[in-house]
């Protein structure tokens, strides 16, 4: 079974920046096979959809409060993708996850995922 495993929370300060990294493990398992989301689960609310990358090419897909403050990007020589945090706000804080549904590339009508890790956390301090 394809376990998902997230890294790189921690505390920034406003404006600061952070880098998530996610990785699967289990047998036969790659992250290159998939497409790759991001969301983020602040206190009380619900999953909020970040951005996505499609399996190949490239393709990148993000929601609103990520678009132009957040990269996600896909290193396929050591099978990770990342989410690069800029420009943090105290709105940010959240327990961020990465997750996928196994399919190729991101519905860009929506957030399409099944599975997803445990979670790293991301606290901003004014």
């Known amino acids: 079974q394809v376990q998902l495993v997230e890294s790189g929370g921690g505390e920034a300060q406003p404006g600061g920046s952070l880098r998530l990294s996610c990785v699967a493990s289990?047998?036969?398992?790659?992250?290159?096979?998939?497409?790759v989301t991001w969301f983020g689960q602040a206190p009380g609310k619900e999953g909020e959809g970040l951005a996505c990358i499609d399996q190949e090419g490239g393709g990148t897909f993000y929601g609103d409060s990520a678009r132009g403050r957040f990269t996600i990007s896909r290193d396929t020589a050591v099978n990770k993708v990342y989410l690069q945090l800029t420009g943090l706000t105290v709105d940010d804080t959240a327990i961020y996850y990465c997750?996928?549904?196994?399919?190729?590339?991101?519905?860009?009508?929506?957030?399409?995922?099944?599975?997803w890790g445990q979670g790293t956390q991301v606290t901003v301090i004014s």
């Open positions: 289990g047998p036969g398992t790659g992250l290159y096979f998939y497409a």
């Open positions: 997750a996928t549904d196994f399919g190729r590339k991101c519905d860009r009508t929506g957030w399409s995922y099944d599975t």
